[in-house]
């Protein structure tokens, strides 16, 4: 079973900056996509940014030029640096993986975990 295990979220003053990390552990037999999403209270989960094996990176146009994430292929293992963080940054910030358990085109993985909360306020 695929677990994912994030970190790094805290409280931040405007303009300050945050790494998060999250970490996949189990089986995966080809990996697709990583990526960050965000849950707002009161809003819809949204995406943040995604890496995909293929090499494309895509950000919310709401973060571009502030975020990045960044993998480490070998770890299965994501991050997401964020500068200049806005109070409408804060959200909980969720772990995303996308691929295959096997090479069972029935054995997808769409993997979230647990939420680390990102709190942006002076």
């Known amino acids: 079973q695929v677990q994912l295990v994030e970190s790094g979220g805290g409280l931040v003053q405007p303009g300050g900056t945050l790494r998060l990390s999250c970490a996949a552990s189990?089986?995966?037999?080809?990996?697709?996509?990583m990526g960050w999403y965000r849950q707002a209270q009161g809003k819809e989960r949204e995406l943040v940014a995604q890496?995909?094996?293929?090499?494309?990176?895509n950000y919310a146009d709401s973060v571009k030029g502030r975020f990045t994430i960044s993998r480490l292929n070998a770890l299965n293992t994501v991050y997401l640096q964020m500068n200049s963080l806005k109070p409408e940054d804060t959200a909980v910030y969720y772990c995303?993986?996308?691929?295959?358990?096997?090479?069972?085109?029935?054995?997808?993985?769409?993997?979230w975990g647990q939420g680390t909360i990102v709190t942006v306020s002076s």
């Open positions: 890496s995909t094996s293929g090499g494309s990176i």
């Open positions: 189990g089986s995966i037999f080809r990996l697709v996509a």
């Open positions: 995303n993986l996308r691929g295959y358990g096997s090479m069972r085109s029935s054995d997808a993985l769409d993997v």
